[in-house]
């Protein structure tokens, strides 16, 4: 089947039914994005699905079908999205497994609402579980995010 993943249509034989995650870590050899728990309860294996955030975990390849699929290997092959030069800047990470389906995460919601407010940023990133606690680091990084996107300091 092919798949349209970071702006590359790319060819896989995988059985229908087997998760996005393990084609893109085991078969494309993208192993940014995280399995955590399998359950698309912790948000670890967050990708974007014609822009919006998806549970890879959970979402069989065969339903992606011609959408396009952006990991974080997508986002910036060089870490120069707004998102990842906050996240930096923030000082967000501490141990980084969770980090690529909270950016991501990030990224679609600053796409939805450009400035958005912590209530906002809270509700989007409710289903991302950090096991280090870096949550109000997290906020923090995301309005720098906004702030960044939009030219502001």
Same mark, same amino acid.
Request: with cysteine; charged share 20%.
């Given at each position: 089947?092919? %798949?349209?993943?970071?702006?590359?249509?790319? =060819?896989?034989?995988?059985? +229908?039914?087997?998760? %996005?995650?393990?084609?893109?870590?085991?078969?494309?050899?993208? &192993?940014?994005?995280?399995?955590?728990?399998?359950?698309?309860?912790?948000?670890? !294996? &967050?990708? @974007?699905?014609?822009?919006? +955030?998806?549970r890879s975990c959970v979402l069989p390849v065969s339903s992606v079908g011609a959408r396009k699929?952006?990991?974080? =290997?997508?986002?910036?092959?060089?870490?120069? @999205?707004?998102?990842? $030069?906050?996240?930096? $800047?923030?000082?967000?990470?501490? !141990?980084?497994? !969770? $980090?690529? #389906?909270?950016?991501?995460?990030?990224?679609?919601?600053?796409?939805?609402? +450009? =400035? +958005? &407010?912590?209530?906002?940023?809270?509700?989007?990133?409710? #289903?991302?579980?950090?096991?280090? #606690?870096?949550?109000?680091?997290?906020? =923090?990084?995301?309005?720098?995010?906004?702030?960044?996107?939009?030219?502001?300091?």
């Amino acid at each position: 089947m092919k %798949l349209h993943i970071n702006g590359v249509v790319r =060819e896989v034989e995988a059985a +229908p039914e087997m998760p %996005l995650l393990w084609v893109l870590r085991d078969l494309l050899g993208l &192993t940014g994005t995280k399995y955590g728990c399998g359950m698309a309860q912790c948000g670890a !294996c &967050t990708v @974007h699905v014609d822009g919006k +955030p998806a549970r890879s975990c959970v979402l069989p390849v065969s339903s992606v079908g011609a959408r396009k699929v952006t990991t974080i =290997e997508g986002l910036s092959a060089d870490g120069s @999205h707004v998102v990842q $030069q906050a996240w930096a $800047q923030a000082d967000v990470v501490q !141990c980084g497994y !969770c $980090q690529s #389906g909270q950016i991501m995460t990030a990224a679609a919601l600053l796409e939805q609402k +450009p =400035e +958005p &407010t912590d209530a906002d940023i809270d509700a989007a990133l409710s #289903g991302n579980v950090c096991r280090c #606690g870096t949550y109000v680091r997290v906020r =923090e990084a995301v309005i720098l995010a906004s702030r960044l996107k939009r030219g502001a300091k």
